[in-house]
């Protein structure tokens, strides 16, 4: 004998009871998504890059992975040669064509080892609202080529002695032109 | 007593390094177990070097105990924003300040302007700082800056320059007569100064300048802004002098510097060689 299950009676109160109940479980849900889980492991130091050998160049080393200073640790080249770096990077970048939505940040964080070498390359994209966002290649690729292919760092010097440093440095993109550098 | 610029930059280095080493939290103003918790795992997470994993640790399981400790959500998202992880850093901040709008989102619009040069941004931060705050939006994060200053200078980056007037008025005419000099910013009347330039009032920047050397005058800054404006002015004899002073000071160190980023109207020394070279043409 095949059981019949009556059907819930449809009344509006029911259905108004329905309508809640998805809406707290949604509510819910989302409070749960938005709960903080924590970090399960954080690097050695904030920011710090691994070798990747998908992505490094093997060549590049690092004089000593124990101590790789920030650039705002010490004296850095950078800061120093700003102007000439702006330059360096404006006047060799070309904007592409269809750039109206090509808007934001794009950050190049990258070593410069004790000898003056830079590796290590990494970039982040994020959109004017800080949100992650993929440039068209012909600007994020040509940042990186531009980046990889500056000449003339320096090292870290702290006490007379000569350190592996990180660096970054930040384009703010408008429509697809170099608005300014960073930091 | 007249500083010394070594004493001016000691003086900032101590005031940023007191803004940025942020200070301890007393945890006996707390009733409740997780505050406690997270506010004593807070201060321990100070003994450990900035970014570290131990620091970052101490900090995670302060926010894992009590999501609602504001300080913490703060604490462990500024290695992002020095080491140019802005996501991360805004992810972390954001919750800083929806926890506490005072006084964090103060300090996210000035990371803004700093840090990112997102004059829109900081301003919408700052604005709406300014009115939770009743008026009194204080100062900067490093304490270079009253917050007044820092959207006038947003604003002017944006080109609204009465704006930007207004709040340099709030900033630095209001500051004067309420609570004196010694209050006015270290470098206000400079970025006043540039400001009224780009404006093309060359009195009104000259008179701005000569209140900077008034209340300090050893940077180089302020002689490259003279000569430019004498320059503009077809006094081409006066700028070359201005503009050689202002080398002789960018050599021997006296000009605006910070650890962190470019600050609003630093001059490198390419900028004054190209200023003479262009005056030397006319």
């Known amino acids: 004998m095949a059981l019949c299950r009556t059907p819930l009676k449809q009344t509006p109160i029911t259905a108004w009871l329905l309508v809640l109940i998805v809406i707290c479980n949604n509510i819910s849900a989302q409070t749960k998504a938005e709960r903080y889980k924590g970090v399960d492991s954080f690097p050695s130091n904030t920011g710090d890059i691994a070798f990747n050998t998908a992505l490094d160049d093997p060549s590049f080393t690092v004089c000593n992975p124990q101590i790789v200073l920030q650039y705002y640790n010490t004296t850095s080249y950078y800061k120093q040669h700003k102007r000439e770096i702006e330059h360096y990077f404006k006047s060799h970048y070309q904007p592409g064509t269809e750039t109206a939505d090509q808007s934001g940040y794009v950050t190049i964080r990258f070593i410069i080892n004790c000898s003056g070498q830079t590796g290590r390359f990494r970039m982040y994209e994020l959109d004017t609202g800080y949100k992650p966002f993929t440039f068209h290649s012909a600007i994020s690729d040509q940042l990186m080529k531009l980046a990889k292919n500056l000449q003339g760092w320096q090292p870290a010097v702290y006490k007379g002695k000569t350190y592996d440093s990180y ?17 | ?43 321990a997470s100070d003994s450990f070097f900035q970014g570290s994993r131990k620091a970052q640790q101490y900090l995670d399981s302060a926010i894992r105990i009590c999501p609602d400790f504001a300080e913490a ?13 802005f996501f991360t850093w805004r992810a972390y901040m954001d919750r800083a300040v929806a926890l506490k709008p005072y006084p964090f989102l103060g300090v996210r619009g000035w990371c803004r302007f700093k ?21 009194h939006p204080a100062y900067s994060g490093d304490g270079n800056y009253h917050l007044y200053v820092v959207m006038a200078l947003c604003e002017r980056e944006l080109g609204n320059y009465p704006q930007a007037l207004h709040y340099f008025s709030l900033g630095i005419d209001s500051i004067l007569s309420q609570q004196g000099q010694s209050w006015v910013g270290f470098s206000d ?11 093309k009032d060359y009195e009104g920047a000259l008179s701005d300048l000569d209140n900077q050397i008034k209340k300090y005058d050893n940077f180089a800054e302020i002689y490259y802004y003279i000569g430019l404006i004498h320059g503009l002015m077809h006094r081409e004899k006066e700028a070359l002098t201005d503009l050689e002073k202002a080398k002789t000071l960018v050599n021997s160190g006296h000009h605006l510097s910070d650890i962190y980023c470019e600050l609003p109207d630093e001059v490198f020394i390419t900028d004054i060689e190209e ?3 262009r005056i030397k043409k006319l």
């Open chain 1, 167 to 183: 660096q970054y440095i930040t384009f703010t993109l408008k429509k697809g032109l170099i608005e300014c550098i960073s930091p």
């Open chain 2, 1 to 43: 007593m007249h500083l010394t610029l070594k004493k001016c930059v000691l003086l900032l280095v101590l005031l940023t390094g007191m803004q940025w080493c942020r200070s301890q939290i007393n945890c006996r103003v707390f009733t409740d177990s997780s505050h406690i918790k997270a506010c004593l795992l807070y201060n």
């Open chain 2, 73 to 85: 959500w703060r604490e462990i998202s500024v290695p992002y924003l020095k080491r140019g992880d």
């Open chain 2, 115 to 135: 840090f990112l040069r997102d004059y829109e941004g900081a301003l919408i931060d700052l604005q709406k700082f300014d009115t939770i705050s009743g008026f």
């Open chain 2, 189 to 199: 009347y400079l970025h006043r100064a540039v400001t009224k330039m780009r404006m």
């Open chain 2, 275 to 277: 200023a003479i070279s």
